[in-house]
């Protein structure tokens, strides 16, 4: 169910985004959508509850291993895209 976004103190939705802090990693919550700005009012609401420790740790660890796969991805793709040109050249 997709949750619906309060206002914050700058009178505009707030953004959902999802922590990926060690202590809080796939943790969604509510921010000030102007929260870089000099104007920020700093709003901040949690969605998620806390996660027990040993969840946080495989949590993690599945993040840093998805990150990892989507590294070796892009460097195959550009590898294959380069040595299409290269081939492709005269």
Do not use: Q
């Not at 959902?16 to 919550?29: E, I, V």
């Not at 709003?43 to 990892?68: C, G, M, Q, T």
Request: net charge positive.
């Amino acid at each position: 169910m997709a949750a619906i976004p309060p206002m914050c103190r700058c009178v505009v939705p707030a953004v959902l985004r999802t922590s990926w802090t060690d202590a809080n990693p796939g943790r969604r919550f509510f921010g000030c959508a102007n929260y870089r700005g000099v104007n920020a009012c700093n709003y901040f609401r949690w969605i998620d509850p806390p996660l027990e420790d040993n969840i946080k740790s495989l949590v993690l660890a599945l993040h840093k291993r998805i990150r990892e796969v989507e590294r070796r991805n892009n460097h195959s793709s550009f590898v294959r895209e380069m040595s299409k040109s290269f081939f492709s050249c005269g």
